[in-house]
């Protein structure tokens, strides 16, 4: 469930792209720089979300540089970074695992399982410096699990589990905003959980995987549309908690990835079911 937490970068300015690409590079330099470079594979723009939200609303402070890399050999790319940078590298690292893991246990992959077995070792780091979110992460997941192995077809209970998880990675320390940076998580891990069971609804219903929005309508896959007023609902919960934060730096941006870039994905899906139906719209 990678890759909905992203920015609409069509409609973002060339100072907010330039300050968004800059934390991105951040947390692939975080990553080469505690766990090397092999381990950027695992980068993806959902930590950098959680990076702005944790920057913006703690101002610590930043470390501005430009370097050349693999990607952009030719010219150096400018960065940032702060400590929710190496926060966000660990956070990567475990979710990565996770992932893997899952896919291992769920196909049967072996190149999976592989790649798994060459993260253990920065796992474990992770672990050690992390073992309150690395001990939720593997809590919900196996909740997850259980319900997937039983059918559940109440979607709310696995999109809960997978909330707790997300909401257990905003709280990087416990103070007074810990409540609100709780709900902000959990409800973005549910719209995430649940958009990702839509998007794959027809996917799933021909390959006969688990899904529990295919449960909940009795195996029948049902248009994407059915589902915006439940993700629209979800969402307005996440938005709600993300306006109780004092947010100044980088609102914009972070308004553009929570109002906009989360539904990337829905709506290219839809796009793509409806004009397959009407392919003459």
Same mark, same amino acid.
């Given at each position: 469930?990678?890759?909905?937490?992203?920015?609409?970068?069509?409609?973002?300015?060339?100072?907010?792209?330039?300050?968004?690409?800059?934390?991105?590079?951040?947390?692939?330099?975080?990553? /080469?720089?505690?766990?090397?470079?092999?381990?950027?594979?695992?980068?993806?723009?959902?930590?950098?979300?959680? #990076?702005?939200?944790?920057?913006?609303?703690? %101002?610590?402070?930043?470390?501005?540089?430009?370097?050349?890399?693999?990607?952009? +050999?030719?010219? +150096?790319?400018?960065?940032?970074?702060?400590?929710?940078?190496?926060?966000?590298?660990?956070?990567?690292?475990?979710?990565?695992?996770? /992932?893997?893991?899952?896919?291992?246990?769920?196909?049967?992959?072996?190149? $999976?399982?592989?790649?798994?077995?060459?993260?253990?070792?920065?796992?474990?780091?992770?672990?050690?410096?992390? &073992?309150?979110?690395?001990?939720?992460?593997?809590?919900?997941?196996?909740?997850? *699990?259980?319900?997937?192995?039983?059918?559940?077809?109440?979607?709310?209970?696995?999109?809960?589990?997978?909330?707790?998880?997300?909401?257990?990675?905003?709280?990087?320390?416990?103070? =007074?905003?810990? +409540?609100? *940076?709780?709900?902000?998580?959990?409800?973005?891990?549910?719209?995430?959980?649940?958009?990702?069971?839509?998007?794959?609804? =027809? /996917?799933?219903? $021909?390959?006969?995987?688990?899904? &529990?929005?295919?449960?909940?309508?009795?195996?029948?896959?049902? +248009? *994407?549309?059915?589902?915006?007023?439940?993700?629209?609902?979800?969402?307005?919960?996440?938005?709600?908690?993300?306006?109780?934060?004092? *947010?100044?730096?980088?609102?914009?941006?972070? /308004?553009? #990835?929570?109002?906009?870039? #989360?539904?990337?994905?829905? =709506?290219?899906?839809?796009?793509?079911?409806?004009?397959?139906?009407?392919?003459? %719209?």
């Amino acid at each position: 469930m990678f890759g909905y937490v992203i920015a609409r970068k069509d409609t973002l300015s060339e100072e907010q792209l330039a300050r968004y690409r800059g934390c991105y590079c951040g947390l692939c330099h975080a990553l /080469k720089e505690h766990y090397g470079s092999l381990h950027r594979l695992a980068l993806n723009y959902d930590m950098t979300f959680l #990076i702005l939200v944790l920057s913006s609303l703690y %101002e610590p402070e930043e470390r501005q540089d430009a370097k050349r890399c693999a990607v952009h +050999p030719a010219k +150096p790319q400018a960065f940032w970074q702060n400590r929710f940078s190496v926060y966000a590298a660990d956070l990567t690292i475990a979710l990565t695992y996770h /992932k893997l893991r899952d896919d291992w246990l769920d196909e049967g992959d072996r190149l $999976k399982k592989g790649l798994m077995d060459q993260l253990q070792g920065a796992y474990d780091k992770v672990k050690a410096r992390l &073992p309150r979110q690395c001990g939720l992460i593997e809590r919900e997941l196996d909740a997850l *699990l259980a319900l997937e192995k039983a059918g559940e077809a109440v979607p709310d209970k696995c999109a809960a589990a997978f909330g707790w998880l997300m909401a257990g990675l905003f709280v990087e320390q416990e103070d =007074h905003w810990s +409540p609100v *940076l709780w709900d902000m998580g959990f409800f973005l891990g549910q719209f995430i959980y649940l958009q990702d069971a839509a998007v794959d609804l =027809h /996917k799933d219903a $021909k390959k006969g995987r688990y899904n &529990p929005l295919l449960l909940l309508h009795g195996g029948q896959a049902r +248009p *994407l549309a059915d589902f915006e007023p439940m993700l629209l609902m979800v969402a307005g919960q996440c938005a709600a908690a993300f306006d109780r934060l004092p *947010l100044v730096q980088d609102v914009p941006l972070l /308004k553009n #990835i929570l109002y906009e870039g #989360i539904w990337t994905r829905y =709506h290219e899906a839809r796009s793509r079911q409806e004009h397959k139906e009407n392919p003459s %719209e």
